[in-house]
């Protein structure tokens, strides 16, 4: 390869596929690893037949640091956007080593893989939950972080571990992301979110309720200070969320160091609301009942998007209506994801 790539970590994954699709729509070079453990290679085959191109794909852990050196190696890398990570926030409060082990000594392995390789631009997913329970919305990302399960403070742990990097050495640059609620699915209908087992996030769990696999959706709590009483959240198409992380690894060539981002559309909406426009785009009322509160959860997360939008000069502009119709759209078409689909990924492709 002549031209140098970005390799993206987690690239598999929900997010991860839809922005290798992105920068492969726009021409740039790009190496895949993930280690499959929450994703399938099927969804590689998939990117494949969206943008017609072929993928160079490894099954690598980041905790693997030769087989990391190894891909640095063969290839030529000029940033890394770091997708890799388990997510799942109950999970994260019952096995926390679990989390701090693969988010945390995972990303040190592979900043330490980078830096042995000489490649200093990071884009990094970060999450709206180091904010806690912000004291101000919509949210700047000058507010103070406080992360309130063992998830989110992988997350603000690894924040801190790349900044001091950026601050001790020359010439690294990194990119915070901070993502608020992703949601929706590619256009094709055939990329999504895959969760596997019961879905704890809304947007899944509602598209499941839609296909039959589950009865009701539960709300968590009615009593939050919000005009329904449910809670609010910024839910940004994952399409956009994608393209996003192009913006960032464009504003790497201007040296920035590390700068934080908050990536949302800076519209809240609560969890009645977003059952209706999810109906809207079923074209029926799916059940709900009202439950008490989820522990943990916070009243309102809604993203100030305004320095993206300014230093990126990026902004989510897909609406909520799109983003349901393209979740359902690839919940009706897949209703088991890519649990079906056949094949074995290749150790190296
Ligand atoms: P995902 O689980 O679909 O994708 C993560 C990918 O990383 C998966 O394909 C998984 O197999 C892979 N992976 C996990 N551990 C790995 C390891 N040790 N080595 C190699 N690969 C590994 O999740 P997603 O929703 O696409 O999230 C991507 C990133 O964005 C994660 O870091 C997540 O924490 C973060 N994030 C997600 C959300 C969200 O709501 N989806 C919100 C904020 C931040
Ligand atoms: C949204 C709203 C729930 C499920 C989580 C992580 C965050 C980020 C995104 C990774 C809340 C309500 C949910 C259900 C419900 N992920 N809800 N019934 O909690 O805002 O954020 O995912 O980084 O870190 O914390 O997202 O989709 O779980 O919940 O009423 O069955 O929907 O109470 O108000 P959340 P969510």
């Not at 998939?46 to 980041?62: L, M, P, S």
């Not at 770091?82 to 997510?87: C, E, Q, S, T």
């Not at 994260?92 to 990303?107: A, F, K, V």
């Not at 979740?327 to 078409?333: E, F, T």
Request: glycine share 8%; aromatic share 8%; proline share 5%.
């Amino acid at each position: 390869m002549s031209e140098k790539a970005v390799l993206v970590t987690g690239g598999a994954g929900y997010i991860g596929s839809h922005t290798v699709i992105e920068l492969l729509n726009s021409n740039q070079s790009v190496v895949v690893i993930d280690n499959l453990t929450n994703s399938s290679y099927e969804a590689i085959r998939r990117i494949e037949k969206i943008t017609e191109k072929k993928v160079i794909f490894y099954k690598v852990d980041i905790l693997d640091k030769k087989a990391l050196l190894e891909v640095f190696q063969r290839h030529e890398i000029w940033a890394v956007i770091h997708f890799a990570g388990l997510k799942a926030v109950g999970e994260s409060t019952r096995i926390p080593l679990d989390y701090y082990h693969n988010n945390i000594t995972g990303t040190v392995l592979l900043l330490e893989a980078m830096k042995e390789s000489q490649v200093k631009n990071i884009v990094f997913s970060s999450s709206a939950t180091v904010y806690g329970d912000p004291a101000v919305i919509p949210i700047p990302e000058t507010l103070p972080t406080g992360a309130t399960n063992p998830y989110g403070r992988t997350k603000q742990f690894i924040e801190h571990i790349i900044r001091d990097l950026c601050t001790a050495e020359e010439n690294w640059n990194a990119a915070l992301l901070r993502y608020f609620n992703p949601a929706g699915a590619h256009p094709s209908g055939t990329l999504g979110e895959n969760p596997l087992g019961i879905p704890n996030n809304l947007m899944p769990f509602l598209s499941q309720v839609a296909i039959g696999k589950r009865e009701y959706l539960s709300v968590f709590g009615h009593d939050y200070e919000t005009p329904d009483g449910t809670c609010i959240r910024d839910y940004i198409n994952v399409v956009d969320l994608a393209k996003g992380h192009l913006a960032a690894l464009n504003k790497m060539k201007d040296g920035p160091g590390c700068v934080e981002y908050n990536l949302g559309t800076g519209r809240g909406n609560t969890v009645l609301e977003m059952i209706h426009a999810f109906n809207k785009a079923v074209g029926r009322e799916l059940p709900y009942k009202l439950v008490d509160r989820r522990p943990g959860d916070v009243r309102n997360l809604t993203a100030n998007p305004a320095k993206a939008n300014a230093e990126l000069h990026w902004k989510a502009e897909i609406s909520l209506d799109e983003t349901c119709a393209s979740l359902w759209n690839w919940q009706s078409k897949n209703p088991n994801g890519l649990e079906d689909c056949p094949g074995e990924a290749p150790a190296e492709s």
